[in-house]
C-alpha cells in the first residue's frame, strides 16, 4: 500500500478535474465528503495527518484478521492471504490488458501488498518489482514467494527516469491525499509509449451512488481520501502525460463467506448473521463471482514528452481481455476488409489522386499495400512503403518483391532511420489513417516536411472527432481522434501550408457509434459490405453539400515554396 498524506487547508476544488464545484456529499455524515459536481469524484473532507497514515498501514492486521472482529472497519476484512489465488487471477485479467497497450518488459507495481501482483507479473514474462509502505507486506512477498517487494514509499526508491514499461497501482491511488505528487512520479518512470494500470473504487457509478453514505468505501476512515470516477481520474492523468484509452469495471471472485464480510457495512444486520449461520458450513467457502459496478480498471499510455493529452474520454472495455484481438490482429483484419472495399477506398484514394502521377511517394502506414497499388496503377514513379508492423511488412514485402518501383522498410515515424539522409527528396507524403497511432504526432509531422522537396504536397486522412472516441479506437491503438482546428493548428505548425481542410463520410459517424456501443466490437465484413453498398448514393450528396461534420478529417497541405 504506497501511502502519502499532508495536513490540507479546506477543500475548495476538485483535485480530479479541478473544477470548483463541490458540495457534500452525504449530508452530516461521518466521515464526511465532498462530491465534485462536475466528474463526481469524492473527497474525504478531514484528511489523516501522516502519522495516522503510517499507523493505519503498519503490520500484518491490515492484510489479516485473526480475531474476526468486524466492528472498526479498515485494512482487509478477512484473510487476504488466504485469497491469493483468487486476487492473482484477478491481476492476471489486468496485466492481460495492460499487454495489449505494452509489451512486457520492466513493470512497477506500487501499493505491492504481500506481492501477488509482481508475482502474476513474472509468470507473464515481465521483469517485475514492487513497493508498499507496509514492511509486514513486503518481507513476506520476499521471505514467502522469493520477489522482489521493497518496502518504503516512492520518494524513497531512486528509480531512473523512464526505466519501467509500465506501472501499476492496485487499490492504492484513493489512499493517497495528494495524488498530483504519485501520478507526477509515475510519469517519471514510464517511459513514453509504456502504460499506467489502477484499479480503484468507482464513486460515479450508480450503483455507488444510490448506496450513498452506505457505500462501504466511504465508510473506511482515514483509509480513503479521494474516490475518482472514471472521468475524473482520466481528467488528472491527462495533466501528467498520459492518454487515459480502456476502462472496464471490474468485480471481485471469493468464498461467499468473503464476499458477506465486504458488503457487512451496507447491510450490517443482516449480513452478520447470515454469514454467522453458514461460515462453518460449505456453502460459506463456495466461490461466487460479484461484480456490483463499484470498482474500475482505467488503462492508460504514457505520451511523448512535452505533447498534450487528447481531450476524449476513455473507451469502455470488455472486462476479460481475452475477448479483445491483440491490436496488430485487429488493424490486419480491418486493413484486409479495406481492401475489398472498392468504393471506400477509391473515395479515400480520389482525395490526392491528382499528385501522384509521375511523383516519387513516401508511404507512412502503407499497410498491406491497398494504396501502394493503386499509385503504381496511377503512375508513381516510386514509392517508399514506410510499415512498422511485422504481419503488414511482411506481406508488403511479398506482394511487391518484384517491383523495382517499391522499396519497404521496416520503420515508424518520426525516428525513421530507414530515411536518414533523404530530406528533400519526396514529391508526396500519403499518409491515410496513421497518424493517431503515433504518440508524438507533431514530430511525426516535422519529419514529413523535412522529407518533402519544398512545394511537395501532404495528404492527410485522420479519425474526427474526440467525442467518437471508444472501443474500435481503443481496439485499433488509437491514441487519440481529431478536431478539425486541432488538426490545423498542428499540420502549420509542422511547417505546412493547409490548402484543403474538410470532414468525410458523414454516412459511418451513425456504424462507428452502434458500434462502440458494445465493448469489444469489430466493424466486420458484413457491416463494410452494407456500407459499401450505401457509398455510392451517398458520396455525391455528400460532396455537394459539404457538411461540417464526419467519421474523417481529410488534410491537403503542402510545404513553403522557396522563393
Known sequence: MEARADPEQPRTACSACRAPQLRPAFGDAVPAFLRCRECRTLHAANPPTPEEVKRLY???????????????????????????????????????????????????????????????????????????????????????????????????????????????????????????????????????????????????????????????????????????????????LGRHGFVASGWHWIGKEATISTLLADVSPVLPRWSGRIRESIDRRPLGRHLVELDPRTKFCLYARRLPEGVLAPSHQPARVPRRPEQLAPVGEAILDELESLAQARRLRTWMFDAFAGHVRGSTVLEVGAGIGTFTRLMLDAGAAAVVAVEPDPSCAQVLERSFAGDQRVRVTRDALPEAPSLAGQDGRFDLVVCQNVLEHIGDDGAALQAMARLLRPGGHLSLLVPAGPRLFGALDDAYGHWRRYAAVDLRDLV????????????????????????????????????????????????????????????????????????
Open 58 to 236: 503498519e503490520g500484518r492486521a491490515y492484510f489479516v484478521k485473526d480475531d474476526g472482529d468486524d466492528d472498526d472497519f479498515w485494512g482487509y476484512r478477512d484473510d487476504y492471504l488466504a485469497d491469493r489465488h483468487l486476487i492473482g487471477a484477478k491481476f492476471d485479467r489486468v496485466l492481460g490488458h495492460l499487454e495489449r497497450y505494452v509489451t512486457p518488459g520492466r513493470l512497477l507495481d506500487v501499493g505491492a501488498g504481500p506481492g501477488f501482483l509482481v508475482a502474476a507479473a513474472e509468470r507473464r514474462g515481465w521483469a517485475a518489482v514492487g513497493i508498499d509502505v507496509n514492511a509486514w507486506a513486503a518481507a513476506h512477498a520476499r521471505d514467502e514467494l522469493g520477489l522482489d517487494v521493497r518496502s518504503g514509499s516512492l520518494d524513497d526508491e531512486p528509480f531512473e527516469d523512464g526505466s519501467f514499461d509500465a506501472v501499476t497501482m492496485m487499490d492504492v491511488i484513493e489512499h493517497v491525499a495528494d495524488p498530483d505528487d504519485m501520478l507526477a512520479h509515475a510519469a517519471r518512470l514510464v517511459r513514453p509509449g509504456g502504460a499506467l494500470a489502477l484499479l480503484t473504487p468507482d464513486a460515479g457509478s450508480l450503483i455507488s451512488r444510490m448506496f450513498g453514505r452506505r457505500w462501504p468505501e466511504v465508510r473506511r476512515p482515514g483509509e480513503h481520501i479521494n474516490l475518482f470516477s472514471v472521468q475524473g481520474l482520466a481528467s488528472i
Open 492 to 563: 502549420t505548425s509542422a511547417g505546412f501550408e493547409v490548402l484543403t481542410l474538410r470532414f468525410q463520410n458523414a454516412l459511418g459517424i451513425a456504424g462507428w457509434w452502434a458500434k462502440n456501443v458494445w465493448p469489444g466490437a469489430r466493424i466486420g465484413s458484413t457491416s463494410l459490405r452494407l456500407y459499401e453498398s450505401a457509398v455510392a448514393l451517398w458520396r455525391p450528396i455528400e460532396e455537394r453539400l459539404e457538411p461540417r461534420m464526419g467519421l474523417s478529417l481529410v488534410c491537403l497541405a503542402r510545404t513553403p515554396i522557396d522563393a
